[in-house]
């Protein structure tokens, strides 16, 4: 089992660009969630995916959008990037059962 | 809303010292969950500990066991026998049902050989 893995680890940006961040759930697992963690603080929640829809969304802009394909994997894209957009983006998944996330290595986005 | 307060940026021990890790939480709800995630230098977020907060069981994964005061709002973490490979930083996270998890700021926890 390759458990949650995440695409690329590192990525430099420019502001104003756009990017896109792949997420690969744990296998049986059907709900995707992404967190952005800026440096030394926790993550804190982006948005929550379930059966190809957005379930929740937490407290980010329209810039940040996500995709949920067949497959269950993800995409989680952000608009416009402004330098407070750097930071490491975690990927959970969970499956029907859902006490317990599975976080892959996350992608270190730079944006300068 | 709910939220999750670690008021221990920092900390360091001997190895093989036994050290403790405090969370409060504030929330509404009656039933949730409650977790110690552990974020090694590699990033990977690693689960250390779950909690039911409808077991008045404390729940114990071998060095890892867990104070938890419901009627306080306080989930502390104690880390038994401790060893240089706990080195991290170890997140106290909070979660409702089937819904998103809340992370407090993070303990910096150095193990010293």
């Known amino acids: 089992d390759a458990g949650v893995t995440q695409s690329p680890t590192h990525l430099i940006k420019t502001r104003g660009q756009q990017v896109t961040l792949r997420c690969s759930p744990k296998?049986?697992?059907?709900?995707v969630s992404w967190y952005q963690q800026a440096l030394g603080q926790g993550p804190q929640f982006i948005f929550q995916y379930y059966e190809e829809e957005e379930r929740q969304r937490g407290n980010f802009p329209d810039r940040f959008s996500g995709h949920q394909f067949p497959n269950y994997s993800s995409e989680l894209n952000v608009n416009a990037l402004l330098l407070g957009d750097s930071a490491l983006y975690l990927c959970?998944?969970?499956?029907?059962?859902?006490?317990?996330?599975?976080f892959g290595q996350g992608t270190r986005l730079t944006v300068v | 809303a709910q939220t999750v307060t670690q008021s221990q940026p920092e900390m360091s021990v001997q190895e093989a010292e036994t050290v403790t890790l405090s969370c409060t939480y504030d929330t509404s709800e009656n039933n949730y969950y409650l977790f110690w995630y552990k974020q090694p230098p590699s990033r990977q977020m690693i689960l250390v500990i779950r909690?039911?907060?409808?077991?008045?069981q404390n729940a114990t994964e071998n060095r890892f066991s867990v104070n938890f005061q419901k009627a306080a709002k306080s989930f502390s973490l104690k880390i038994s026998d401790s060893q240089l490979g706990d080195t991290a930083m170890y997140f106290c996270a909070f979660m409702r049902g089937d819904d998103k998890i809340i992370f407090g700021k993070g303990t910096r926890l150095h193990i010293l050989p």
């Open positions: 959970a998944s969970s499956g029907l059962v859902n006490t317990e996330a599975f």
């Open positions: 296998s049986g697992h059907d709900t």
């Open positions: 909690q039911e907060a409808y077991k008045q």
